[in-house]
């Protein structure tokens, strides 16, 4: 099975094994949230290392931003775990080293012989895994820079958001009318799930739908 990687698809709900051997799923992972999905090299790799530097150093604002950051490599488990923690990454790290996924998005870089990694690629994904945006990293200034990020998350945002603008009359209404669930995070989730995703917990991720599929 061969999945378009472009604007407007669905991306397959892929079940990996994160840093700490627990399949999750990508859906699991991001909840009613953006997710930028980073598809790597791998640990050999000085453009992937600077690119996930940069995102690391963004990471708290995408946490109090309500975006989720999910990076997969097809690294073994042991490599993974070493890039995460030389990067201090407080996000998860799925690993594929049957390159499922690299076979099923036919993003193979044939030019590298030796290592047959995934052609790198970050993605932005609306709630649902819906594809809104393709960078192809292959030269190291197809990936998005953090303002470019930033951009693209306040257009997502501001259209997945119903109450983006508070002043709105008609916000204003729903929320007498006790609408909340028209209001984010208010009325969807409980302050202590707001908190614990916030602080990066392992745990926020268990539960039955993280292991869906596998």
């Known amino acids: 099975m061969t999945v378009k990687l472009e604007a407007g698809q669905v991306l397959p709900d892929y079940v990996l094994p994160d840093h700490t051997k627990t399949a999750r799923a990508l859906s699991a992972l991001q909840g009613d949230d953006p997710m930028l999905l980073v598809l790597i090299r791998g640990f050999f790799c000085a453009k992937d290392r600077e690119q996930l530097k940069a995102l690391t150093r963004f990471h708290p604002q995408l946490v109090v931003g309500n975006c989720r950051l999910v990076v997969v490599t097809t690294d073994d488990w042991h490599t993974t775990n070493n890039l995460r ?3 201090g990454a407080h996000y998860p790290f799925l690993y594929d080293e049957q390159k499922r996924v690299r076979d099923e998005l036919d993003i193979l870089e044939y030019t590298d012989t030796q290592h047959e990694p995934m052609i790198p690629h970050t993605l932005l994904l609306a709630p649902g895994l819906e594809i809104r945006k393709v ?4 030269y190291y200034w197809g990936r998005p820079s953090v303002a470019e990020l930033h951009g693209e998350l306040r257009a997502l945002t501001r259209e997945i958001r119903p ?3 508070l ?3 008609q916000v204003r209404e729903r929320w007498k009318r006790g609408e909340k669930k028209a209001f984010y995070p208010y009325g969807v989730k409980s302050m202590e799930q707001v908190l614990r995703e916030m602080a990066g917990a392992v745990d926020q991720y268990a539960g039955d739908a993280s292991r869906k599929g596998a």
């Open 85 to 87: 923690q030389q990067l």
């Open 135 to 138: 960078w192809n990293g292959y």
């Open 163 to 165: 109450d983006w603008d």
């Open 167 to 169: 002043r709105d009359p």
